[in-house]
């Protein structure tokens, strides 16, 4: 398998010309209701979650963006039109985002940054990780202390696991959901996406893929603690959000679609 061997050194920068935004899901924590609104349509100070993601994106040049939809595609679809292309996961209901991931591999080409629908975060979030060398991913060391935090285990800089389970003691803080892969690390781990998936495992979370690769790949951890982000998977982040997330964000420069 391409995880297989010693850990990959970092390599000089290369040019990320595709972004996946993961936004299949129905959001049923935060709706509480099957049918829902799509998370990434939720409105915060009058824009989308997605049109807050495309202009992060866009102000960094990355203009060919993916959207994996399921739950509700069609408004998702019709909100965007064509400032994005569209793949979607048809068995959304039964499934979790490594099988959205993994349908994402015959549309990206190279080195992409893959970026979770439900995240609000300000552009040097977005910016740290795309400009950064090689393989990265974006982690706050003042968050990490709840169950359903996707917690980090790093060691000198680069990321060594990454899983809800963590322990507390191994944890140094909580996944933001905004990553970049090189091209090498892309193909391996889509091979391990789909390996997972066919070993029974696409109910998993995509971190499962990429807490594979960690051992073969350095991923370079980057702590953006202090700067203003939050995942949305509750009434209270939205609110949250709402109120004091975004107050800070506009400190930061954000330019509109």
């Known amino acids: 398998m391409a995880t297989q061997g010693r850990r990959v050194s970092p390599r000089t920068f290369e040019p990320v010309p595709q972004a996946v935004i993961l936004a299949a899901g129905q959001g049923l ?42 739950h509700r595609a069609h408004e998702i679809r019709a909100h ?63 968050s990490g202390q709840e169950p359903e935090h996707m917690k980090v285990k790093v060691c000198s800089g680069r990321l060594e696991r990454i899983g809800k389970d963590l322990a507390s003691t191994s944890c140094a803080g909580e996944n933001v959901g905004i990553l970049k892969f090189d091209a090498r690390a892309a193909r391996a781990l889509f091979a391990v996406a ?12 995509a971190p499962a893929a990429v807490d594979r690769i960690a051992s073969c790949f350095t991923i370079q951890a980057l702590d953006v603690a202090g700067l203003p ?18 107050p800070a964000i506009c400190g930061t420069h954000v330019p509109t679609p």
Do not use: M
Request: proline share 3%.
């Open 29 to 70: 924590r935060l709706n509480g209701q099957p049918n829902g609104t799509p998370k990434c349509l939720v409105c915060v100070a009058g824009r989308s979650l997605l049109e807050h993601q495309l202009a992060a994106l866009w102000s960094l040049g990355l203009r060919d963006v993916c959207v994996v939809v399921g």
């Open 194 to 205: 789909g390996a997972l998936i066919s070993s029974g495992l696409e109910n998993s979370w």
């Open 80 to 142: 965007a039109g064509d400032a994005c292309c569209y793949i979607e996961n048809e068995r959304y209901r039964e499934t979790n985002s490594l099988k959205s991931l993994s349908l994402a591999r015959d549309w990206v080409r190279g080195p992409f940054v893959l970026v979770n629908g439900d995240v609000l975060a300000c552009s040097d979030v977005y910016q740290r990780v795309v400009e950064s060398p090689g393989n990265a991913l974006a982690y706050d060391s003042r």
């Open 229 to 246: 982000w939050i995942e949305i998977d509750y009434l209270r982040d939205l609110n949250e959000a709402r109120r004091r997330v975004w």
